[in-house]
T-cell receptor, first 108, second 117 residues
């Protein structure tokens, strides 16, 4: 299993700030999923992107799939403490590929 | 979204015993399921790919005789940790692959916390 390069690994910000998480790979994916995981629980699917250049929004979260379907980003606008958690990207191709996760802490 | 369950959610066992963990896709069929383990504050580590009706494919470094996987139906995969030892204590998670036309989506179970005394 190849790793998606996910960055940053850790991020601590104040409530109201914006942030972006990146997932990059040299592989082309048929789809890419973003998940959020809280301690002691399994990852929960946030969104699936399929088409190159696709943009999806989920409240304050904006997900983008690269034109070549090799990379993706998650942008959070005016983050709130409730968004604290571990964010994980996972790409689907001939094999499963996932990032190392981004531990986000939003301080009140 | 699709639902994947795991049972049990927590298990405590004595060293040397075997423990079985079930992973079920409740509202879709999954020809492929995956098993992971996760240590505190670390990322998921893929252990094996479970294929319905055939042998599981294990990642490098994962002992297939230690971690037995059976995918007997399109909605159930089991992971048996044989002769468990304290170092096997971990958080075990499964995911099930749902086919959506030309791509697959992974849905994760809630995880099983294994503690070996």
């Amino acid at each position: 299993t190849q790793l998606l390069e996910q960055s940053p690994q850790f991020l601590s910000i104040q409530e109201g700030e914006n942030l972006t998480v990146y997932c990059n790979s040299s592989s082309v994916f048929s789809s890419l999923q973003w998940y959020r995981q809280e301690p002691g629980e399994g990852p929960v699917l946030l969104v699936t992107v399929v088409t190159g250049g696709e943009v999806k929004k989920l409240k304050r979260l904006t997900f983008q799939f690269g034109d070549a379907r090799k990379d993706s980003s998650l942008h959070i606008t005016a983050a709130q403490p409730g968004y604290t958690g571990n964010y994980l990207c996972m790409g689907s191709a001939r094999q499963l590929t996932f990032g190392s996760g981004t531990q986000l802490t939003v301080l009140p | 979204g699709a639902v994947v369950s795991q049972h049990p959610s927590r298990v405590i066992c004595k060293s040397g015993t075997s423990v079985k963990i079930e992973c079920r896709s409740l509202d879709f069929q999954a020809t492929t399921m995956f098993w992971y383990r996760q240590f505190p504050k670390q990322s998921l580590m893929l252990m094996a790919t479970s294929n319905e009706g055939s042998k599981a494919t294990y990642e490098q470094g994962v002992e297939k005789d230690k971690f037995l996987i059976n995918h007997a139906s399109l909605t159930l995969s089991t992971l048996t940790v044989t002769s468990a030892h304290p170092e096997d204590s971990s958080f075990y998670i499964c995911s099930a692959s749902r086919v959506r036309g030309v791509y697959n989506e992974q849905f994760f179970g809630p995880g099983t916390r294994l503690t070996v005394l």
